[in-house]
């Protein structure tokens, strides 16, 4: 009886030892399988940046207020027209090296008035003047001056595109004249644009503008009227 009490209290034993076994090894599954999250750390708050930057807080404009070689304006006011006048009277300078003005192929001390007579008829007004003939084209604006021998020794030009040129705009574009004088109430400003030629330009004091011009031969005025 003895003997069959102490294997009933080991039996027991036994059975209390694994199911405490039993239980200790569900709870470790419980916990491998829901592992408990680690507490969240908050981000460290972004440092403003401390760098220089290159670019400046307001762009300086890079565009000029004005564009090169334009003009504010001469005395009729308006803009740009001092660069147009500017390119004119270079246009006058070089046509006046091969003896010419514009609206006229016939050249002083090449030409010859009986030539010309022949292509342009018969001239509104030829007469004496100075030393030789003046035959004038009014519808043309051209009159050229001829010398004993028919030769042309001046040819003018009294264009509405020259009367918008004032002494300054003269002055700015081709600089002092090499002399200066005075026909009553024009004062003329003569420029040598080369060995053969003298360009001529005659501004009336009443609007300080030209009135017209001259491109002349001086050689040629030798064979004159007087012979």
């Known amino acids: 009886m003895l003997n069959q009490t102490r294997r009933f209290k080991q039996f027991a034993i036994g059975i209390s030892f ?12 419980e916990s491998s399988a829901n592992p408990t999250p680690p507490p969240a750390t908050e981000a460290p708050a ?3 940046s401390t760098e220089p930057t290159n670019e400046p807080a307001v762009k300086p404009s890079t565009e000029p207020s004005q564009q090169p070689g334009e003009s504010a304006g001469t005395d009729n ?8 006048i500017g390119v004119l009277i270079g246009s006058i300078y070089d046509l006046a090296k091969e003896g010419k003005v514009a ?7 090449i030409a010859l008035y009986d030539d010309i ?6 001239a509104d007004d030829n007469e004496s003047a100075g030393k030789g003939m003046y035959a004038t084209y009014v519808d043309k604006g051209i009159t050229f001056g001829y010398n004993k021998g028919m030769v042309v020794f001046d040819v003018r030009s009294y264009s509405d595109k020259l009367q918008v040129i004032t002494l300054k705009d003269l002055e700015i574009a081709l600089g002092s004249a090499d002399e200066k004088s005075v026909n009553g109430t024009d004062e003329i400003y003569t420029y040598q644009v080369n060995k053969q030629y003298q360009l001529k330009f005659i501004i009336a004091k009443a609007t300080g503008k030209v ?13 004159n009227m007087a012979g």
């Open 103 to 109: 609206g006229s192929d016939y050249a002083a001390h």
């Open 117 to 122: 007579e022949k292509k342009w008829g018969k």
């Open 18 to 29: 694994a199911i405490a076994l039993s239980l200790t090894a569900c709870s470790n599954d």
């Open 77 to 84: 006011g308006e803009a740009g027209s001092g660069t147009q």
């Open 211 to 223: 009135d017209h011009i001259s491109v002349i031969s001086p050689e040629d005025t030798k064979n």
């Open 46 to 48: 972004e440092q403003p």
